[in-house]
């Protein structure tokens, strides 16, 4: 049964009222008023699961401190600039001849170099070096997380804007796209979506570097309404007419490689008056040569748009919260979130800190209701158990490392620079499975085997993370402080007994085994029941929820 099914049955006679007095849909539903309610080690893990990959102890401990509402302000609010992407490889060999890439030295940066080897052979080497060293660097900084919603958004509009490294093949504009989104990671959603169109990236991925008056492309111009603004939502009313009348907009927009931009070539321009429907008031564009005047006023027609606003809330929701959005969820958060982000002039940061802070991001029935993605898996299992790895800057040891949890999330689906198509991951809107698609008779073994891995070659201290909790030497308490810090839906009292039975007690039903192991220090006995027990809770089904 899915687990919010379970709850609604279970809760069916306490549904609170929705808007004007009316049950919500036959389940609990509190809306967007203020959360007042507890703050307790299971609200911190479910938020900070939500918006970072995994909740280390030390992190739960640190936010149990703060208010709730200080709490998401210091997620919110945390951002920083990480430094650039360098080069950590050495000589390049084309038919036994090695070259050197003459633009920058290791160590050094290259998002500013243009790649010129005379050679196309090496020009390619070159390319395909720095777009690893492009992954190994994002992988790192997704390790190194601060205590910051920026990783998780980040990947957020890597999904939303989707573009693929097969269809870019350039690892200078890959970084100007990525360094794009993680600029305006929690700004402005409209500055966003204009300067994406005129992204190189982008621009190369959807065709519109080719979009000429004498020949209009509508890739871009249908993916920019159907896709990045206005959605295919009931009331996403835009007509064909519209599509072509924006790929008229933005006809002539070319790529400039060195330096590396983005100009409008007025001979390519359609200048001509462009007019759309009455979804958009049938606004009339004039058309200029001038570079920014049709795309400005492209952008504030779409963004005036309210679809615009429910739509971008839409998909954060279903990326932080759940993927099935029904009526009462519509009227009592979408549509008063995108009030607000409307109202604020498209800021991505005060409609996410009103949904964080809300009551319903806290009810009990959007609590460990969907499944983790890859990088939940790796990156917060690791982060969990608070295994260490070298600052992301580190090319050396860091680099070779970094490149393991990214070829490990590629294994399971999740590759970065590569989402399947330019809707992202179908995990976040394909009906009916959604985040069920996570989880195959391909990626299931895998994630078992990464988890299994990291027990039987000591990559994880499990003897650290038993001492985690607060007496150890008792095996109920153990296995009620482990699982309370792994696993967002808690076992029930037959799975613990029988955890703890299999596991701690020699398949007997004496607890003073294990007590007296612990307080023995008799290592291969703790060692050889905590290597079970862990591999065995990392392969319950809760673990995968989040």
């Known amino acids: 049964m899915d687990r919010r099914d379970f709850f609604k049955k279970a809760r069916r006679n306490f549904s609170a009222p929705g808007k004007n007095g009316k049950q919500s849909a036959g389940r609990m539903f509190a809306g967007l008023a203020p959360y007042t309610g507890s703050w307790t080690i299971n609200e911190v893990t479910h938020l900070l699961k939500r918006t970072m990959f995994g909740a280390k102890k030390a992190d739960i401990d640190y936010f149990l401190t703060l208010s709730p509402d200080a709490a998401i302000d210091e997620l919110l609010n945390n951002i920083v600039a990480p430094s650039p992407p ?89 970084y100007r796209h990525h360094n794009l989104l993680r600029s305006n990671v929690l700004g402005n959603f409209k500055t966003l979506a204009r300067e994406v169109t005129i992204d190189p990236a982008m621009l190369l991925h959807l065709n519109g570097y080719l979009n000429s008056r ?28 519209d599509v072509i009348a924006a790929a008229r907009v933005l006809t002539g927009w070319r790529i400039n490689s060195n330096p590396l931009g983005a100009y409008l070539d007025a001979s390519a321009h359609d ?37 615009a606003a429910r739509f971008i809330c839409r998909k954060l929701y279903k990326w932080f919260v759940y993927y099935e959005i029904d009526d009462a969820t519509e009227a009592d958060v979408i549509v008063p979130m995108a009030a ?23 009810d009990t029935i959007n609590q460990a209701c969907y499944i983790k993605n890859p990088f939940d898996i790796i990156v917060g299992t690791l982060r969990e158990f608070n295994v260490s790895f070298p600052a992301y800057t580190n090319y050396t040891t860091g680099y070779p490392l970094f490149y393991s949890l990214y070829q490990n999330a590629a294994d399971m689906q999740q ?66 402080d482990i699982t309370a810090l792994l696993l967002r839906y808690p076992l029930s009292t037959n799975s613990k007994n029988y955890v703890k039975t299999n596991f701690l007690l020699n398949n007997t039903t004496d607890d003073t085994i294990w007590t007296t192991a612990w307080n023995t220090n008799n290592n291969t006995v703790i060692n050889t029941s905590l290597r079970g027990l862990f591999k065995f809770i990392m392969n319950l089904p809760e673990f995968h929820l989040c």
């Open 86 to 174: 360098v080069r950590d490889y050495g000589l390049l060999e084309d038919d036994g001849v090695f070259y050197d890439d003459l633009g920058v030295v290791q160590g050094q940066t290259w998002v500013n170099d243009p790649n010129t080897a005379s050679a196309v052979e090496i020009r390619g080497q070159i390319n395909s070096r720095r777009v690893d060293s492009l992954k190994k660097w994002w992988a790192g900084l997704i390790i190194n997380q601060g205590r910051s919603i920026q990783e998780k958004m980040v990947l957020f509009w890597h999904h939303h804007f989707s573009i693929q490294e097969s269809e870019v093949e350039n690892a200078q504009f890959l």
């Open 271 to 307: 200048t001509g008056s462009k007019t759309f429907s009455a979804f958009y008031n049938n606004t009339t564009i004039t058309g200029s040569t001038v570079p920014d005047q049709e795309l400005d006023a492209l952008m504030n027609m779409i963004f005036s748009n309210t679809e």
């Open 214 to 241: 004498q020949a209009p492309d509508e890739n871009y111009a249908r993916e920019l309404q159907e896709l990045f603004t206005i959605g295919k939502g009931n009331d996403s009313l835009y007509t064909e007419d």
């Open 340 to 362: 607000l982000l409307q109202s604020s002039n498209y800021e991505i940061k005060p409609a996410l800190a009103l949904l964080f802070k809300s009551e319903h991001f806290f």
């Open 415 to 480: 590759q970065l620079f590569q989402p399947p198509d330019v809707a992202g991951w179908p995990s976040y809107y394909q009906e009916p499975m959604h985040y069920e698609l996570w989880v195959n008779s391909n990626s299931l073994p895998k994630r078992a085997d990464f988890t299994d891995a990291l027990v039987n070659d000591a990559v994880i201290d499990i003897r650290a993370f038993a001492n985690y909790s607060s007496n150890p030497a008792d095996p109920n308490q153990l296995i009620d």
